[in-house]
């Protein structure tokens, strides 16, 4: 068998900046001033910001040593669900950094920016072409921004008919932004459970669509990794009491190529490229949620919307029932340059990559499911979630599980989400791990299990290999200590 | 976590579905959550509760619960309105966990319907439902 990626090393400490800190220091030389100096007005001077005074070798050093202690995709597994940490092509950095992309400002006269309005054109007519829906705007920054458009396309379409709608439904199986979205919009989350099988029943929803539902939220595959079997007949009940179907498409990765969202009866779908499409995310990194609609609702979407006329792109504000800007400039630039790398770099084999990530995630649901209790035994989509009850009798929560995952390399996977199973761990390996690499996992996940029974306390007191030691989060979040 | 048969259930209170526990006294009713509540949640950090003189429909959610965890729902047992909140959990949400019955009390409420209180269980009924939950 292959050795673990974790092991024992020599590992550097690093003070904080502040520690580092020597009064004088300095980084940089500023030019020679060549202005006269001016008083500052009494309102906006005060004590200046308590600014360590640092070498640039001093930074240089501490962050590199931070990024030694760091884990990313690029270093292993990452099989964190719900997020789609796949692997990202360096070709998409590649391309974004081609200094006609990277160099562009924002403010460039559109004569002169056509490269980069006709590559925003572009990808927008690609994700019709994989979502089946019909018009796009790539402005919302993230996940959550493509949810609140969703949303306020939702109120003005019943408002341009007149009616005036309160209530959106919402499983308890989607994205917990789902609710939030709503309710930011100013609409009343009504909550619908999932059945015994994990997906919704139509009669379920069926039980709470009126005159006063403006639409359903349905994130499809859901988040327990399954995909919304009725989802054909939830849209026609909510279509028939005249609301309007919203899909999350966070969890895209499992049905590109494969699922027709127009057809399924989807009146709305965001993605997220910095999952699905390959960019760089988390640690707040940027992100880029397009909104994507049928034909009826095209009027509604953000302006300022890319037209083509006569050959030339420009941006039109000429869409007097669009709800209005939602993004400084066009949304994140950079992230859509990447995704369009991406979609073009895979072509038709973007059907092979949710193929292959469906098959990842069975392939770790049927290996782990006699040492991980498995909820609902049946063919999952591009992730699997089990719980902690095995192990419940040596009293081994799921946290101290992952925990001890981190000694064995990997990075745990998400855990205590989605909130319908008790102790959840949801598991998303993503098309790019090989055959081996799963198998990996597989073992170490059962090399844990094993311990779970064997020796409890180890994985109480885990991780014992990394840099930082279990943490006491119970004092981090009662006394948080927010300065430097 | 406490296997049921280590859960301290004081046979002198009424316990409601979603783990809240109610304790008349005199005119009015004193809230908390339960030692099973507290203990599946974790170490509590964040207590928000409502603000006294709002009042609340029986089963509705009057606040939350933060741990380290998850964050639940404070569903309100009776209807009523509220006359007093433990102002202590501010500083130390942690009494939720250490003495979930005593120093780590919520709510007190002034019911409006004191039939509601016959609707809850008492700690038998109450441990009978957790042996089916679990």
Known sequence: MREFPGTTGLVFNEPLLWEKAKKGRCGMSLPRRDVDPAPLDDDLAGDAPDFPDLSEVDVVRHYTRLSQWNFAVDLGMYPLGSCTMKYNPKINEKLAAIPGFAGAHPLLPVEIAQGALRLMFELERFLTEITGLDAVSLQPAAGAQGELAGMLMIHAFHKSKGSHRTKIIVPDTAHGTNPASAALCGYVPVKVRSNDQGILSPEAVAAVTDEETAGIMITNPNTLGLFEENISQIARIVHEKGGLVYCDGANMNAVMGIVDAKKMGVDIQHLNLHKTFSTPHGAGGPGSGPVCVTEQLARFLPVPRIVQRNGQYAFSEEYPESIGKLHAFYGNFGVMIKAYSYILTMGPQLKRVSELAVLNANYVKEKLKSVLHLPHDRPCMHECVFSDRFQKDHKITTLDMVKRLMDYGFHPPTIYFPLVVEGAIMIEPTETESKEDLDLFIDAFKAVAKEAEQAPELLRQAPGRCKVKRLDETSAARHPCLSG | ?134
């Open chain 2, 1 to 134: 976590m406490k296997e049921l048969g280590e859960l301290n259930l004081p046979d002198d209170l009424r316990y409601a579905e979603d783990h809240e526990w109610v304790r008349l006294a005199g005119d009015k009713v004193v809230v908390g959550v339960s030692d099973y509540a507290q203990d599946r949640l974790g170490d509590i950090t964040y207590v928000e509760i409502p603000q006294v003189g709002d009042a609340f429909k029986k089963g509705e959610s009057c606040g939350t619960l933060e741990s380290v965890k998850a964050v639940a729902d404070l569903f309100i047992p009776l209807s009523g309105e509220i006359l007093a909140v433990n102002d202590a959990l501010a500083e130390s949400p942690g009494l939720v966990n250490e003495d979930p019955y005593g120093e780590g009390w919520i709510l007190e409420v002034k019911p409006l319907n004191a039939a509601e209180l016959d609707e809850l269980m008492d700690s038998d009924a109450y441990l009978l439902m957790l042996e089916r939950l679990e």
